[in-house]
């Protein structure tokens, strides 16, 4: 499977999930926002495999700069806006835990847990970054309160 089938196929999954080509404030899941997100941090996607070669848990991780971070989490901007006005930058003081996907008969083996780590580990982040997601799901809520621990960090949640 090439990176362009492969994106495609997590793309097609991940809008059947989140649904954002109707929804304005998400952020898009499209090959432009790849792009943007590729300019940002080329590590802000990890995948994990199956013996077969098929994604069975991806991560969608975006660096942003703080400010931004905290108009997003006070609902001054969207999340489409926070992946518009993001600048690429060399170090990033904030984190976005974007998005994470385990295939239903994956779940329960901490693979959600380490494409996150993974994907946190690939951003050139300051030490005192700030962390912050936006759960949509009583399971994505169940998962950040599993993952603080291993960041050694606080997770801000929009609510």
């Known amino acids: 499977m090439t990176s362009n089938e492969l994106n495609d196929k997590l793309m097609k999954i991940a809008e059947g999930v989140y649904g954002t080509a109707t929804d304005p404030d998400q952020m898009p899941i499209t090959r432009e926002s790849a792009e943007k997100l590729d300019k940002l941090c080329s590590g802000w996607l990890e ?3 199956d013996e077969a070669g098929e994604p069975i848990s991806w991560a969608v991780v975006m660096p942003t700069q ?4 905290d108009k997003f989490l006070n609902k001054e901007i969207s999340e489409r806006d926070l992946l518009n006005l993001t600048e690429p930058a060399d170090i990033y003081d904030a984190v976005y ?4 996907i385990t295939v239903p008969e994956q779940r329960g083996r901490g693979l959600a847990i380490k494409v996150i780590n993974r994907a946190i580990n690939n ?3 300051a030490s ?3 962390y912050f997601t936006w759960p949509t799901t009583k399971e994505g809520e169940a998962l950040i309160k599993k993952l603080q621990p291993t960041l050694s960090k606080q997770i801000k949640i929009r609510e």
């Open 123 to 125: 951003m050139p982040v």
């Open 97 to 100: 835990i974007v998005s994470v």
């Open 66 to 69: 703080r400010e931004l971070a």
């Open 47 to 49: 995948t994990e495999f």
């Open 128 to 130: 005192d970054a700030i």
